[in-house]
């Protein structure tokens, strides 16, 4: 089945090219990458000093982040956080493979959502009309749903996302081998992309990892304010119950990102900490 094109969409426009999505009517413009950065460093400090792993155990409310409110499929974007996720809700995925993983997550829903970088993504790799790309990301994630049989929940819009309107403030991306991670409802860790490893192939999580650090890095990202020095995280998650999805698996899977790096992506990983027992 191929993706059918959007025909408000495809209509040939002779605006200028896709823009960073600037805003003139939310108190969320303007955010300073600068100032977003700022604010992460404590933490992303904190981490560097005593390892992913400890800083994580060390969380009280730790658990509360392998929890989720729904099965509901979206971007992997961190402005978009809970329930499962996959790049634009697998819009750079072939059909069939996004059906397969959906299914197997349980999926009971599906999200698209504004200025998703994934939906551009596709729009440039199909060599669509750019004018407004995120139509694309609805029409997909609208015919996805129907595949489905389960609900299209809407256009998730700006002011509804859990991030600066205008640019991504993500500086990890976690590699969830548990398929419950919800690192949005933990304070302490650090806002990131979420990509669902457990919930498709190695080959496409990869893939989807490529595409948060492609973000991160660039001009709707933190872009150059990520170095050697100060890198962007790729922190994988791992399961403590299914070798399949161990830490150490799945850092071997993302280890190559790193390396192509120029030092500019550093890969960390932890295993989910086993609730504490109840003393007795
Ligand atoms: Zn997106």
Redesign the pocket.
């Known amino acids: 089945m191929s993706f059918e094109m959007p025909a408000a969409a495809a209509r040939p426009r002779k605006d200028k090219p896709l823009r960073p999505m600037i805003e003139t009517h939310t108190e969320h413009t303007h955010a300073d990458p600068k100032v977003e950065w700022e604010k992460q460093r404590d933490t992303v400090r904190a981490i560097e000093q005593l390892g992913l792993q400890r800083y994580a155990e060390n969380l009280p409310d730790i658990q509360s982040a392998f929890e989720l409110d729904d099965h509901c499929l979206r971007?992997?974007?961190e402005g978009?956080p809970g329930g499962i996720h996959l790049?634009?809700s697998g819009i750079l995925m072939d059909e069939v493979k996004a059906i397969e993983a959906s299914k197997a997550a349980k999926v009971d829903g599906v999200y698209s959502?504004a200025g998703?970088?994934?939906?551009a993504m596709f729009a440039k790799q199909k060599g669509l009309d750019m004018t407004n790309p995120d139509e694309y990301?609805r029409q997909w994630a609208k015919q996805l749903a129907e595949r489905l049989g389960v609900p299209y929940k809407g256009h998730i819009e700006k002011s509804d996302m859990k991030r600066p309107a205008d640019f991504h403030n993500a500086r990890v991306a976690y590699y969830d081998g548990t398929g419950s991670f919800d690192p949005s409802r933990v304070a302490d860790l650090p806002p990131g992309f979420v990509i669902s490893r457990r919930h498709t192939d190695a080959a496409n999580a990869q893939s989807e990892a490529d595409v948060a650090v492609s973000i991160a890095t660039g001009d709707h990202g933190f872009g150059t304010l990520i170095t050697d020095k100060e890198p962007f995280y790729l922190m994988v998650v791992g399961d403590p119950e299914d070798p399949n999805f161990s830490a150490n698996k799945l850092q071997a899977e993302v280890d190559a990102i790193a390396s192509n790096s120029n030092g500019r992506v550093k890969v960390l990983g932890f295993t989910r900490p086993r609730a504490m027992k109840k003393a007795a």
């Open positions: 971007c992997i974007d978009t790049a634009g959502h998703c970088g994934a939906a990301g």
